[in-house]
């Protein structure tokens, strides 16, 4: 089957650091990717990941182990316009333009 | 460039009744994928559109169907709605020449069945 687990919800205090976890089984994979939705609007993409490693972008990181069927966001210097859902996504075999997300783990960043 | 843009923004219906959602991809985007988005099962994938063809289906009742045109606008339909069927459908549309090949979302229609 097909899988993606995250945690439901987090919390963290304005100016901390926050990892959030994805686990993933699915069958086929070409690529990882991270989006913020804020509520009441649509998905925005966030981070990308294909090959194992580390992609840095500003304020936000992304990993991808793909041994492990594993990724995590990283939200450094967190801010108050962060909270929000994040959603793991994962596309299909190369060329299927298929994608699986997680049901998103909600952020609430506290002053 | 303009993004995804989808219509109606809010719909509601009675059970049984039909209904059409329109969406409007990111000029040159030819690629067009439709999801459910509902508070406890998160994104649900419906189906793919590509070049006016149906490249993948999500697993959804038959009520659920798409199509797409020649400029790459799509349409879903639901027939015979149930209350179940309240949620958010999102359309994203992909840039099959891109570095990532990300998705864009529209901002959704909001459908209430009662």
């Known amino acids: 089957g097909q899988n993606i687990d995250q945690p439901t919800e987090m919390t963290a205090t304005e100016g901390a650091i926050v990892q959030i976890n994805c686990t993933y089984q699915t069958s086929g994979f070409n690529g990882l990717f991270w989006y913020q939705q804020h509520a009441g609007e649509a998905p925005t993409f966030l981070s990308y990941?294909?090959?194992?490693g580390l992609e840095e972008k500003g304020r936000f990181s992304s990993f991808l182990s793909r041994s492990k069927g594993y990724s995590y966001l990283l939200l450094k210097e967190l801010q108050m316009k962060d909270s929000a859902s994040y959603l793991c996504?994962?596309?299909?075999?190369?060329?299927?333009?298929?994608?699986?997300f997680g049901t998103g783990t909600r952020l609430k960043v506290l002053a | 460039k303009a993004g995804v843009t989808q219509t109606p923004r809010y719909l509601i219906k009675t059970r049984g009744q039909q209904v059409t959602l329109s969406c409007s991809p990111i000029?040159?985007?030819?690629?067009v994928s439709w999801y459910q988005q509902t508070p406890g099962q998160g994104l649900q994938f419906l189906f793919e559109?590509?070049?006016?063809?149906?490249?993948n289906k999500g697993n959804f009742p038959g009520r659920f169907s798409g199509r797409q045109f020649s400029n790459s606008r799509s349409e879903m339909n639901v027939s015979t709605l149930e209350l179940g069927d309240s949620a958010l459908y999102l359309c994203?549309?992909?840039?099959?020449?891109?570095?990532?090949?990300?998705?864009?979302f529209g901002p959704g229609t909001r459908l209430t069945v009662l």
């Open positions: 990941n294909v090959l194992d």
């Open positions: 996504a994962v596309r299909g075999p190369s060329g299927t333009y298929k994608y699986i």
């Open positions: 000029s040159g985007h030819r690629s």
């Open positions: 994203a549309s992909t840039s099959e020449g891109g570095s990532y090949n990300e998705q864009f």
């Open positions: 559109y590509f070049s006016e063809t149906q490249r």
